[in-house]
């Protein structure tokens, strides 16, 4: 008889453990990819954030950094289908405290959707007051491109 008890604990915790790890794919999250071209050319480091519009328990936001121009988010972070503001950070490779403070890609997605970086290269309507707006659709593919003018010196 504990054999018996023992294989059905066995079979109820991995049943428990597959709905968990199903959960995550309930909420039907698709990967995101996609370019950001600045003044013509790829962008060399930056971040982009989505945030959800609307309202319901399951809306997520993701974010990710921009490298070469190209940003992407895995399907187990990514985005269930619907409206997202987007913002898009461009900092200077030199931080706001001089040579040698360089704010990392990972620093400015943290701070993309507070409010621009110091030393910011884009202007607010892409990032503290963003216009942008994209759907996530099911199926995809939801690759995106943003072409975005710097701010002029």
Known sequence: MRVGIFNWLLIVSSCAGLAGCGASESLGRLPIKGTVIMDGEPLDHGAIDFKPQGTGAHLVGAGAV????????????????????????????????????????EAAMNSVANAPPINERLPAKYNATTELMKDV????????????ESIKK
Request: glycine share 16%; aromatic share 8%; net charge negative.
């Open 137 to 148: 659709t099911s199926p995809g593919p939801n690759e995106f491109e943003f072409k975005v």
């Open 66 to 105: 921009i490298e070469d121009g190209k940003f992407s988010i895995p399907a187990d972070q990514g985005l269930i289908p619907g409206k997202y503001m987007v913002s898009i950070s461009a900092p200077d490779k030199e931080g706001a405290g001089g040579p040698g403070t360089e704010q990392s890609p």
